[in-house]
Each structure stands twice: as structure tokens, then as C-alpha cells.
């Protein structure tokens, strides 16, 4: 593989640094709890869901807790009892951002994927999966039916890479016992799978 550095952060966000396996040889396959973390449109559901059916753990999207009928938003206090519900399970494939849950996420997760695609990447995933996906996305909340984005979601993943994506990158910083994952293309999130996958086949023998 080429370019490792750019996906394998061990240190804290930021930093590059080479990392194939992380501390007393355990490698990422062998991390049961994950935060997929990234710009709307990056893909983060489609590689949790892929990951979790790869590694054998159960798959949480985050915005099928989160809304209610109608894209109705949970409460501040019930969502982090929701949270908290949540990151007590053994395992889990967790996707989404929820900046403000994240600390609290962070202190039970083994590894965080940051999916860091190009701008334009992420909004033609938006609109791809409004126009393309609707009825067909498994990370929905039911009775949430998809839409194009309004102008607020569509500022907020315009300047995500410069507003957001910092303050994340500071929130895992502060959690260095977190393996750090940064994914920056579509090649790099392919070839990530693939080396699970050969983990996977690895560990179980094959």
C-alpha cells in the first residue's frame, strides 16, 4: 500500500505518523468498538453497515435514535441517556457526528474513522442519495422520509472542513487512548476494507 500515513493515525489528530497495527500488536480488526465520524454525504453509514457485516458487529446509525416521525429532534437530556444506553453494549459500529455526544462516545470506543473527502465529494453524496437512494437508506429514522438538502444542511457540509471538522479533530486529540483513522478518498476507503477484510480471513484462519 501507498500512502499509508494519510489513513493510519495512531498519535492524536493531526499528526501523521505510520501506524499498520496499533500498540502490543493489536491490529484494527481486532477493535470492537467504532465511531465512524465525518462531512454529511462522506458515506459514513455505507462503510459502518460494510464494516459491520466484515467484523461481525452490530451496526448503530445514530439518526435512526436521534429523530422522530417527521425529522422531529430528541431532547438534549434524552438523547444523552440514549447515548449512554448505547455505548454501554460490548460492541458496536456506531455512525454520526452528534459533536455533542462525541466526548462521551470517545471515552468507550476503541478506534474513530474520520471519513475526510473532498467538498464536492460529500455534497454530490447528498444529493445522490436524495435523488437516487430515497426509500432505500437502512440509516433513516421510520417515518423520516429522504429530502434535498435545505440551504442549512447544505452551508453546514460547505464548510464543514474549515468549522466542524476542527472541533472533532480537537475532541479525539484529547482521547489519544483512540486509535485515529483518516480515510481522504474513495481509493483510501476501499483499500481500509480491504485490509480488514484480510485481517478478518487471517484471524479466523482462512
Not at 52 to 59: D, E, N, S, T
Not at 68 to 96: R, S
Not at 115 to 126: A, K
Not at 134 to 140: A, L
Request: proline share 3%.
Amino acid at each position: 500500500m501507498t500512502a499509508r500515513s494519510s489513513r493510519w493515525t495512531r498519535c492524536p489528530a493531526g499528526v501523521e505518523e505510520s501506524a499498520a497495527s496499533d500498540a502490543a500488536g493489536v491490529t484494527p480488526s481486532d477493535h470492537k468498538r467504532w465511531l465512524l465520524v465525518g462531512c454529511g454525504g462522506a458515506g459514513k453509514s455505507t462503510l459502518a453497515l460494510e464494516m459491520a457485516q466484515l467484523l461481525g458487529i452490530p451496526i448503530i446509525h445514530l439518526d435512526r435514535h436521534y429523530w422522530k416521525v417527521g425529522w422531529v429532534e430528541t431532547g438534549k437530556q434524552e438523547w444523552a441517556e440514549k447515548v449512554a444506553a448505547l455505548i454501554a453494549q460490548d460492541e458496536w459500529m456506531m455512525d454520526g457526528n452528534y459533536g455533542g455526544t462525541l466526548t462521551l462516545r470517545l471515552t468507550r470506543a476503541h478506534a474513530v474513522v474520520l471519513l475526510d473527502l473532498p467538498v464536492w465529494q460529500c455534497v454530490w453524496g447528498i444529493f445522490r442519495r436524495a435523488l437516487f437512494e430515497r426509500g432505500q437508506r437502512p440509516d433513516i429514522a421510520d417515518g423520516c422520509d429522504e429530502e434535498l438538502p435545505d440551504r442549512t444542511f447544505l452551508w453546514y457540509v460547505l464548510t464543514y472542513m474549515w468549522r466542524a471538522r476542527s472541533r472533532l479533530l480537537a475532541k479525539v486529540a484529547a482521547a489519544p487512548q483512540v486509535s485515529f483513522i483518516r480515510l481522504t478518498s474513495r481509493r483510501a476507503v476501499d483499500e481500509f476494507v480491504e485490509e480488514l477484510r484480510i485481517g478478518r480471513l487471517t484471524a479466523n484462519g482462512a
